[in-house]
């Protein structure tokens, strides 16, 4: 009994003896560490054009407007697809009845959807306003494609990671160490791909024309930023 009461103890204080040096270990190694964070920033043109195209009706039944909204839709379509610098594909379809204070519908009323996608802005205006006999220009964003954003991304990346290493490099001297070792590090960096909506007077103005002409488009700049942000030991 007595033997193993004092094995019992040596186990006990063996294993305090461990974690307290497991302790004191830890400890010496956070009090060293130094956490940072470095961004790499570019701004470059929105490359692709996105353009929605809308017609409307109404009429006494939905058979009439449904097959009005039709008929614009494929005249407009046909157009589109003798050309291949603009991506077209049909949109959103809607059509509701209207009624009366009684409930009694009166009317029926359509509305249907192009929506056109291009890196040639150019091809994009001129398609727009070949078709605006058939439909209305409804709205233009921008947007940046993901293969620029990948290339921009790669490059901004590498000047991240040498911004991160000189503040590494530099704090570690400020702080009085010789070096310092990577314990810990993250590379992030934005996704501006949601499109940027264009000016609406300019696309009243287009929308309103009788005989629209091709409307120039800018894109303008959007930013993409890349961010490395984690901990170093100095040692």
Known sequence: ???????????????NAAYAQSGDESTRQ????????????KEVEQDTVHITMSAQEQGPDAATVSRNLTQKANKAMSVAKSQSAVDVH????SLYPTTNRDGKITAWRGRTELQMTSKDFGAASRLASQISDQMQMDGVSFSLSREAQEKTQAELTNQAIQAFRNQ???????FGYSGYTIRQVQVGSNAPTMPRPY??????MSASAD????MQLEGGKTQVTV???GTVQMK
């Open 30 to 41: 956070v009090s060293g560490v130094l956490g940072l964070e470095a961004n790499a920033t």
């Open 90 to 93: 049909t949109g959103n379809v």
């Open 168 to 174: 590494a490099q530099n704090n570690v001297k400020a």
């Open 227 to 229: 961010t490395v942000s």
């Open 211 to 214: 005989a629209a002409p091709p």
């Open 1 to 15: 009994m007595r033997k193993s009461l004092a094995a019992a103890l040596l186990i006990a204080t063996a294993a």
């Open 199 to 204: 000016a609406m007077k300019a696309m009243a």
